[in-house]
């Protein structure tokens, strides 16, 4: 079954380091997001990503980050200058239009932890 | 604005009992979807059930039932006959919009506990 990869699992940085988490959307699906979740609270939606470009971004997604589709396959979150505060996990997300429910398929989320 | 709301940081349940986990959201989109997702303590995020806001009846997935009161803003998940695997996480979302570039936000989340 086609599922979203992410790489790293888990990555240690020091404050004020840029860092880059990188997802494998489902191939065949057009809309990817980036998710946040600090220590298994609530999931925060920080950016959705169509047709090359932001479709909608929250008030945590400020200038320190950004998202890119680099290729065919790869979707990347950017973090310019890590603060403690960033440590969290990050969820990448999928879907396709296609799918009447529109329901997301997750990957296994990137642990960071800003020291 | 969107927004989603569960007011049951933690429930327990008896192994075999039915449970049920509440949720409302308000919108002022007439077009919405709402979805539940279950998080084990492993941490991925697994998709459970879907309810679109036209739709006449209630979704149900095996187990897992929407009890969907539109007038009330409700979209509650029973989940009958728990196990100890339906320990986890719970979190009620909801996606505004029919397309899927629409931002799908999440509630704070319920922690179910099965006792067995």
């Known amino acids: 079954e086609p599922e979203v990869t992410q790489t790293p699992s888990h990555q240690v940085t020091q404050m004020g380091q840029e860092v880059i988490l990188r997802c494998v959307p489902i191939s065949n699906h057009l809309y990817f997001y980036w998710y946040r979740q600090i220590l298994g609270q609530k999931v925060e939606f920080l950016v959705s990503f169509y047709n090359n470009e932001i479709s909608e971004k929250s008030e945590i997604f400020d200038d320190q980050f950004s998202v890119e589709r680099p290729d065919g396959s790869n979707f990347t979150l950017k973090i310019r200058s890590t603060k403690l505060e960033d440590s969290a996990m990050y969820f990448c997300a999928s879907t396709s239009w296609t799918l009447n429910t529109g329901e997301l398929f997750f990957g296994e989320g990137s642990r960071l932890t800003v020291l | 604005a969107q927004k989603i709301t569960q007011t049951q940081p933690g429930m327990f349940v008896q192994e075999k009992e039915a449970v049920t986990l509440d949720c409302t959201y308000d919108?002022?989109?007439?077009?919405?979807?709402l979805f539940w997702y279950k998080q084990p303590s492993s941490g991925e995020m697994i998709f459970l059930i879907y309810q679109g806001s036209y739709d006449q009846q209630n979704a149900t997935e095996g187990r897992y039932s929407l009890n969907f009161q539109k007038a009330r803003k409700s979209a509650n998940l029973v989940i009958s006959a728990s196990q100890l695997g339906d320990s986890a996480m719970y979190f009620c979302a909801m996606r505004e919009g029919r397309t899927g570039g629409f931002k799908t936000i999440f509630g704070a989340g319920t922690r179910l506990f099965v006792k067995a």
């Open positions: 919108t002022s989109d007439p077009s919405y979807g």
